[in-house]
């Protein structure tokens, strides 16, 4: 039931973008989030557009899945496009009421939109690309510097593995708790809201403390396999940067550039 | 001495509770010795467990695993990484997000060069039949398997001492039987010795000694044979025996002649046939 | 009287998609009242999959659950309400705690029920009893209470319902064998006391032989047998060959039996085989002194 919700939807392959660097890969799409708001024309966007598609055409990955990643976003889409439409001074091409449309505005709605939809486009590939196991180990490397500002760098990257590693776990329990206060005669699906969160106490609770009792196992157990934080501790999966991702760096370096050079050659949308 | 465990006089209470957890214990655990240490609940034996770890420090008494005295500060996590322990809730002990990686984390936290972690992690996983999980999420694995992945990843620190503190409580018939299989294979295949605490005695009958633990205290200290003789004192401290025991145990009570120490389903058939065919009581072969 | 009763009932996963598979497929059987019915089947057999059909967790695919006569999907919105005729308690039960005080989380089944406080503490303290919780624990917090004190609890959560049939899956898991002993006597009492049927789901052929009156074979989702301990019990080698521990000392029977010995093929406790055995001995056996 709740076991069918998949974290971070990654996608397991053998393509170029899967075996990319996840570090390069999370540089990558920071670089081609910075191209999407620094182009200012259509042309630089429609760039970026294709160099994403290109992207999901590489990894194999269905581009129809992006219609998934929109839904959550729908709203903010077509909040961004209302908007533009109705409060841009231009040319007048509709009007209802009070409410005038302009072609400048319609014209920013689209590009607008079409910069939004890369944007998730761009960061979904990353998850979709990139095991969570892997996106955290790179975060843990990159932010390796900020270990000299006294930042506990290894110890996020802990939590973050654990967290991963017991939510799978901890959704089953959720499911047995649910099962077993349900057959006490607990509804958890009548009454307003008030009812509802009352009745998500004996659901809750039982998971918390549960929850306090692994972590205290866990802290122990991983105390008797001698873990004392990072320090002298070696790694057995090691990242290293092959060919590959100095070339596609490369590649996102000559998108940027081609972007300036489209905001320079052509007119700004603005 | 070749003793890995060097136990005397233990004496431990919980804080808030009055009465002697363990009561002046002591015990001497050799080299390549498979040991149950068999006991209900309540009765001391995890808590005597804990003491080889350093988890729990004796109020009274020493204890020293591998020549290191677990009072010993100092020298903590080179004690855990000599004595290493397989806890009861499969799920509470696994770290990573995938088999291969938990096998890893002790071997991590005591700074072996990485190419040698891969060769000791595909070691251990084989040596346990877990190799082709090894890219597995635990939660995608059986109870048994989760144990099995929990030993792994202490043999692959090769420790001197595995304690496994009741292990199979929480798993059905075809788990248990899985981790016994690879507890007995690593005793008798890689000679590591193994203290196994348990309430199960088809596990402690499968051992090569047998400590009973009742009140804090070690009642039997025997191979399992002739603690199992001892029926009437077993089930007085809440313990069972195999129905192989019990049956005659059953019939030396009631007065019928037979030999006083048998554990398993075969010795029981064995004596039992030539019970039945010397009184006459037909039967091809006895 | 027939207390519950399915029909052809099957439970799809992932049904329509390539990867359907049936965790309960064709299950037809029927329980009588006041029957004693012990649950068997190797882990994934289905055993825990189907039983939640039984209280309405779980919607059947297709086939039926009828709870004396009645198809209990009839009207779905009252399906909360066979919960309280059908209890179910899960394994470890002990982990579903959450109220400050035992009694309060006893009483939640009987306040869900709408129940008037008086007749609540009525049962609280009726359940309370059943399963030999001792007065003072009424107002400790269950967490402060041992492993098995809080499994009790647990247990008495269902129980204060008065469900006419009462499903216990795997009640003795993670217990020793004084734990163990404790909780079949408690469920066995309750049993004689309400008259109510139980089933109940155990890895342990042992303890089913002791105190089941009927049992359920399911293997592979299917239900291969429904019977007599005796009619059961007596197909050893089928059910080894199931994954199934048959208790031990029915196998040593088995053996002996295959050596030639005429002893009885329904001795599944070692006192069953005490008295076997001193029978065959009895006559004419010259070793007795």
């Given amino acids: ?270 | ?286 | 009287m027939t207390a519950i009763e399915t029909k052809d009932l099957t439970y799809l996963y992932s049904q329509g998609t390539p990867f359907e598979k049936a965790a309960v497929d064709g299950v037809s059987v029927s329980i009588e009242e006041g029957d004693f019915v012990g649950v068997i089947g190797h882990t994934g057999s289905g055993k825990s999959t189907f039983i939640q059909h039984l209280n309405g967790l779980l919607r059947p695919t297709s086939g039926q659950v009828l709870l004396y006569g009645k198809d209990i999907w009839e009207e779905p919105k009252k399906i909360r309400e066979v919960r309280f005729q059908v209890g179910l308690v899960f394994q470890y039960p002990e982990y579903q705690l959450f109220e400050e005080t035992v009694e309060r989380d006893i009483a939640f089944g009987p306040s869900n029920m709408g129940l008037s406080p008086g007749e609540i503490r009525d049962r609280v303290r009726e359940a309370a009893g059943f399963v030999g919780l001792s007065p003072d624990t009424m107002q400790k917090s269950p967490f402060e209470l041992s492993g098995g004190q809080k499994r009790r609890v647990a247990i008495a959560g269902v129980l204060a319902m008065r469900p006419r049939v009462l499903i216990l899956d795997e009640p003795t898991a993670g217990l020793d064998p004084k734990g163990r002993d404790q909780i079949f006597h408690e469920i066995a009492q309750y049993h004689s006391k309400t008259g109510s049927t139980i089933l109940l789901v155990s890895h342990s052929m042992e303890d089913v032989a002791k105190y089941a009156k009927h049992v359920l074979v399911i293997n592979d989702a299917r239900k291969i047998a429904f019977g007599t301990v005796d009619e059961v019990f007596s197909h050893t080698g089928e059910l080894v060959e199931m994954g199934l521990a048959v208790p031990q000392i029915t196998k040593i029977f088995a053996q002996l039996r295959a050596r030639g010995f005429e002893l009885s093929p329904h001795v599944y406790t070692v006192e069953a085989a005490r008295r076997e055995l001193l029978r065959v001995l009895g006559k004419g056996g010259a070793q007795d002194a």
């Fill in chain 2, 1 to 286: 001495m070749d003793a890995i465990i060097s136990a005397k006089d233990l004496v431990f209470s919980y804080p808030g509770d009055a009465r002697l957890a363990l009561d002046h214990v002591s015990l001497t655990v050799g080299k390549g010795d498979l040991v149950a240490v068999l006991g209900h609940n309540g009765s001391g034996k995890s808590t005597l467990a804990k003491h080889f770890n350093a988890i729990l420090l004796p109020q009274g008494g020493v204890c020293y695993v591998d020549g290191i005295n677990t009072a010993d500060e100092d020298r903590l996590l080179e004690l855990r990484s000599r004595a290493g322990m397989v806890f009861q809730n499969p799920d509470n002990q696994i770290v990573a997000t995938i088999v291969e990686e938990d096998v890893a984390f002790g071997l991590e936290n005591i700074g072996v060069p990485p190419d040698e972690i891969r060769i000791r992690v595909d070691e251990a996983l084989t040596d346990v039949g877990m190799y082709e999980y090894r890219l597995h999420a635990p939660h995608q694995l059986s109870g048994g398997q989760k144990q099995r992945v929990a030993i792994a990843g202490i043999i692959a620190m090769m420790p001197k001492l595995i304690i496994l503190d009741e292990p199979t409580a929480m798993l059905d018939p075809r788990g248990r039987a899985e981790v016994l299989e690879t507890v007995i294979k690593l005793n008798r295949e890689f000679g590591v010795t193994v203290l196994l605490i348990t309430h199960f005695m088809d596990e402690a009958a499968a051992c090569r000694r047998v400590v009973v633990m009742d009140d804090g205290k070690i009642l039997l200290d025997a191979p399992p044979k002739e603690v199992f003789s001892h029926v009437s004192l077993l089930k007085q401290v809440g313990l069972d025996v195999p129905q192989a025991t019990e049956i005659i145990h059953e019939l030396r009570r009631s007065g019928i002649n037979l030999p006083d120490d048998i554990i398993t389903d075969e010795e029981c058939v064995e004596a039992l046939s030539s019970l039945l065919a010397s009184s006459g009581k037909g039967g091809g072969w006895a």
């Fill in chain 1, 1 to 270: 039931m709740l076991k069918d919700i998949t974290i971070g939807q990654y996608f397991p392959g053998q393509s170029a973008v899967h075996r990319l660097d996840p570090r390069m890969k999370i540089i990558l799409t920071m670089l081609y989030i910075v191209a999407l708001f620094v182009a200012d024309n259509f042309q630089g966007l429609l760039l970026s557009a294709v160099f994403a598609a290109a992207g999901y055409l590489i990894s194999g990955i269905p581009l129809s899945l992006i219609r998934k990643s929109m839904k959550p976003v729908i709203p903010i889409i077509v909040f961004t496009a209302v908007l533009n439409m109705l409060f841009v001074e231009g040319r007048e091409i509709f009007r209802l009421g009070f409410l005038k449309i302009t072609l400048e505005g319609v014209v920013l709605a689209v590009l607008m939109v079409t910069r939004i939809i890369c944007l998730i486009a761009g960061s979904s590939l990353l998850t979709y690309t990139t095991s969570p196991i892997a996106l955290t180990d790179a975060i843990e490397q990159l932010l390796v510097p900020l270990k000299r500002l006294k930042m506990p760098v290894h110890e996020l990257a802990m939590m973050m593995t654990i967290a991963l590693r017991f939510i799978p776990t901890l959704i089953e329990e959720t499911d047995k708790i649910m099962s077993a206060q349900k057959a006490r005669g607990a509804d958890m699906e009548s009454g307003g809201i008030m009812r509802r969160a009352k009745a998500l106490i004996p659901i809750l609770i039982p998971l918390f403390v549960s929850s306090f009792r692994r972590a205290d196992e866990l802290a122990l157990a991983m105390e008797c396999r001698c873990y004392h934080g990072d320090e002298g501790r070696t790694r057995m999966k090691q990242l290293c940067y092959a060919p590959r991702d100095f070339m596609a760096l490369g590649m996102l370096a000559v998108l940027l550039v081609l972007v300036l050079l489209f905001n320079r050659i052509f007119p700004s949308m603005y």
